[in-house]
């Protein structure tokens, strides 16, 4: 949605490294279990020489699916994030990048606040990573962002704009010690 969620893409790679792991653990356990015979059971090998056209056909459609799975995941990651320009009338169009130095200018305003950086994705939404200053108040600042957003969305004319913020504290100046 307004986050790129890689959450879909870390369980697939988790559940297929699991599965992998297992069945090497497997594999290896088994065969050092019983060293002198095969892997498979001779009964399931019987039974695919049987039906070896069945077995070829299955090995094709499953290659296949993990193929078209593995392209289309690859492309979704390898895809880069959309920034949409807004149109507000058939002669009229705001770039996203307008929208978001305009939001990240209203942003930096805010008591607090020493950094941000704005992102429009989707139709339209935005990304804020807010960095605090020391000793910031995050309700005054939130209450202020919130405003803020208003704005955005009044100006844009838009009644909803969807938005994730990420507030992040300023790292404490070192002290150097002589």
Known sequence: ?????YRTERVCAAILGTIALLAGVGAV???ARHVDRPLFDPTALDWAR???LLVRIGALVAGLVLVVVGLRWAWRAATPE????????????????AIADAVKSDVEQVD??????????????????VTL????????VWRELDGVLARARETLGVSVLPTAVRLDLAARARQRVH
């Open 133 to 140: 200053g020391q000793g910031a108040d995050v309700r005054a």
């Open 112 to 129: 607090g606040v020493t950094s941000a950086q704005v992102k429009v994705i989707g139709e339209p939404a935005l990304r804020l990573k």
């Open 1 to 5: 949605m307004i986050a790129r969620s």
């Open 29 to 31: 356990v088994l065969n």
């Open 50 to 52: 049987e039906h070896l």
């Open 82 to 97: 959309r920034h949409p320009d807004l149109a507000l009338d058939h002669h009229v169009v705001v770039t996203s990048g």
